[in-house]
C-alpha cells in the first residue's frame, strides 16, 4: 500500500513537472517568435530605408570597382613601358658590352691612372702680368716676389 502511494506521488510529481516544463517551452517558443517577428520588421524597415542595402546597388557597386581596378592595372601597365630600350634588345649582346666595359676599368685600375675624362688637361702657362706699371700708376705698394 505504501509502495502504491509512494508510485502514486511520484507519478504525480512527474506529469505535473512535464506539464510545466511544456508550459516553460511553449512560453519561450512564443518569446522566439515575437523576437523572429520583431527583427523581421526592423530588417524589412531597413532594407526600405537604406538604397546601400539594396541588392542591385551592390552589384552595380561591385562592378565600379572592377572595372576601375582593371583601368588601375592598365594605367601601370603603361606607365611601365620603357622607352629607351627597343622590344629586340639581344641580352648577350648588352653582356658583351658590360664585359668590354669591366675590362677597360680594369685596365685603367692596374696602369694606375684615372680614366681620361676625369685627368686634368694640360694648360700652357700664362705669360706674368707687368705689375710695375700699374703699381706705380695707382700708388699702390710693390709685391713681393714669388718663389716657384
Do not use: C, H
Amino acid at each position: 500500500m505504501y509502495e502504491q502511494q509512494r508510485e502514486t506521488l511520484y507519478s504525480q510529481q512527474f506529469n505535473m513537472e512535464q506539464t510545466r516544463f511544456t508550459v516553460e517551452s511553449v512560453q519561450d517558443t512564443v518569446q522566439t517568435v515575437q523576437a523572429l517577428k520583431s527583427a523581421s520588421s526592423q530588417m524589412k524597415g531597413a532594407l526600405k530605408q537604406n538604397k546601400e542595402l539594396d541588392l542591385n546597388f551592390i552589384d552595380k557597386l561591385q562592378d565600379e570597382l572592377a572595372d576601375m581596378a582593371d583601368l588601375t592595372n592598365e594605367i601601370n601597365e603603361v606607365m611601365g613601358q620603357t622607352y629607351a630600350i627597343p622590344d629586340d634588345v639581344d641580352e648577350a649582346d648588352l653582356m658583351a658590352e658590360l664585359d668590354a666595359l669591366e675590362t677597360d676599368l680594369a685596365m685603367e685600375e692596374t696602369v694606375g691612372a684615372a680614366p681620361s675624362y676625369l685627368q686634368e688637361p694640360e694648360l700652357p702657362e700664362l705669360p706674368a702680368a707687368p705689375q710695375q706699371a700699374a703699381e706705380e700708376e695707382l700708388g699702390l705698394p710693390a709685391l713681393p716676389a714669388q718663389k716657384s
